[in-house]
């Protein structure tokens, strides 16, 4: 069974500009998870979707940060403009449903804000 | 909303000795605490959980203990070995459909040879 696929693995761009995540869950899981990780910390969940629908976004700094996960399969994370402090590995995680607790994580994308 | 706290920050014993991490929530709804290695460019991945209707739970090498009066639970790994060098997350999930993990900081754990 393929594992959550994330893309790119690294990212350095410059502050103000804009930066966009990719994130394919494994196969037939519903529940999708955004996180943001900083060095040191434990990851902050960001964004949770299911199937196409978000669940919570409460967290999400909605004033530069966007998701979208229209198909109910892969989702786009978004961060437009960036700032230094969004420098992150930022982790895609996913359950087979709602209910589920087990939570399957991807490899994560390091940006640095330069 | 739910606070994990997790000690220590970091961790050295030697081949062959026992680990622990201890990590405390703040609410007592939880019901879900699972424990999570993380290597280094790796995702995070499940290694043991526990719910709170079971006071322990042993697999191999690892056994996770739970305390829900004085709202606690502990990551336990005996016959420490080089490869169970990572950093170490728990969480708590609150009951209910959203399943939402709330993480401890971490603990780097070394295993010396």
């Known amino acids: 069974e393929a594992g959550v696929a994330q893309s790119p693995r690294y990212k350095i761009i410059e502050k103000r500009q804009s930066v966009a995540f990719w994130c394919n869950p494994i196969?037939?899981?519903?529940?999708l998870y955004w996180y943001q990780q900083i060095l040191g910390q434990g990851p902050k969940l960001l964004i949770q979707f299911q199937n196409n629908g978000v669940v919570d976004d409460s967290q999400l700094p909605k004033d530069r940060f966007s998701a979208e996960r229209l198909k109910g399969v892969d989702s786009t994370l978004k961060i437009q403009p960036a700032k230094l402090e969004d420098s992150a590995v930022y982790l895609c995680?996913?359950?087979?449903?709602?209910?589920?607790?087990?939570?399957?994580f991807g490899p994560g994308t390091r940006l640095t804000v330069l | 909303g739910e606070n994990v706290e997790q000690h220590p920050s970091t961790l050295s014993v030697q081949e062959g000795d026992s680990a622990v991490i201890k990590c405390t929530y703040s609410?007592?709804?939880?019901?879900?605490f699972p424990w999570y290695k993380q290597e280094l460019g790796k995702g995070p991945q499940l290694i043991i959980d526990?719910?709170?209707?079971?006071g322990e739970k042993k697999d191999q090498r690892i056994a996770v203990t739970l305390n829900k009066t004085a709202k606690h639970f502990s990551l336990h790994i005996t016959e420490t070995q080089p490869e169970d060098s990572a950093v170490y997350f728990c969480a708590a999930s609150l009951s209910g459909s959203a399943r939402q993990l709330t993480f401890g900081s971490g603990t780097q754990l070394t295993v010396l040879p």
């Open positions: 609410d007592s709804a939880s019901n879900y």
């Open positions: 526990i719910r709170s209707n079971v």
């Open positions: 196969s037939g899981h519903a529940t």
């Open positions: 995680a996913s359950t087979l449903r709602l209910e589920n607790n087990e939570q399957f």
